[in-house]
């Protein structure tokens, strides 16, 4: 394989579909993402924990072929009613467009994101930056069945994976000079332009929000170093996860 050095000295140019030639600088590149522990100290980024994920599966029939399921609201009423469990509770469609807002942003494709999942079970589960997430809440379920059972997700080349299950807790891959902080409806609201400048720029940022309809904002009270609140209005999970993205794209430069 080629390395990186060698693919930037390769031909500037390659045959199109039409038969033309493009530049292939105007292709987009796969960022590159600090893995070394390293490059993990000392490459600034943003780090998302979506906490109290509900990411539950269960076998929804007693015959023999049956099928793990991820557990959600709409097509399992009948069977959280008889598990004792909270209907509103069941929702993985939140992490599923957290997970598509957060990978699909410029951020993420600058390679300045990384994304842990922590599931209301204490699954803590690493998303690699270049993991293409479907975009069917149906596919999405199916893969993350997958995933809870067997405990990782590979590339199609079997290089390397997309989707893991980690040892917990959190805090064991964050970088020693992070500044942690949660988003809560509860505290005190500040604009986010004014804020992120503040903190300092050899410091990662790490933000902790909460993948779940309802309760409360405490999820990372173990590990955060304060909580804000970003918006005068109760937001979703994933209109969140777009806001902070937004805003560091406009103070790093990421267009």
């Not at 959190?170 to 500040?190: E, G, M, Q, R, W």
Request: glycine residues 4%; aromatic residues 6%.
């Amino acid at each position: 394989m080629a390395s990186d050095e060698e693919r930037d000295v390769s031909m500037k140019e390659e045959a199109s579909p039409n038969g033309g030639h493009v530049d292939v600088h105007m292709i987009p590149q796969a960022p590159k993402i600090p893995k070394t522990l390293a490059e993990k100290e000392n490459t600034r980024r943003l780090i998302v924990v979506l906490e109290n994920a509900c990411l539950e599966t269960y076998k929804v029939s007693k015959l023999k072929e049956a099928k793990y399921q991820l557990l959600n609201c709409d097509d399992h009423q009948g069977l959280l009613k008889k598990l004792g469990k909270d209907i509103t509770d069941a929702r993985p469609d939140i992490t599923h467009q957290c997970l598509l807002t957060l990978l699909d942003s410029p951020l993420n494709k600058a390679g300045l994101l990384q994304v842990y999942i922590h599931t209301a079970k204490n699954v803590l589960i690493e998303v690699n930056p270049h993991v293409r997430i479907p975009r069917t809440f149906k596919r999405f379920s199916g893969l993350m069945v997958q995933l809870l059972h067997k405990l990782s997700i590979r590339s199609v080349n079997g290089s390397e994976k997309l989707l893991r299950v980690i040892k917990n807790p959190v805090t064991d891959y964050l970088p020693t000079n992070c500044h942690k902080i949660a988003f809560s409806f509860d505290a005190p609201t500040i604009r986010l332009s004014d804020y992120l400048p503040t903190i300092p720029a050899d410091k990662s940022i790490c933000v902790s929000i909460g993948a779940m309809a309802h309760g409360e904002d405490n999820f990372a009270d173990s590990y955060v170093d304060e909580k804000i609140g970003v918006s005068q209005y109760p937001l979703s999970a994933s209109v969140a996860c777009g806001k902070v993205c937004c805003a560091l794209e406009d103070l790093w430069g990421v267009l």
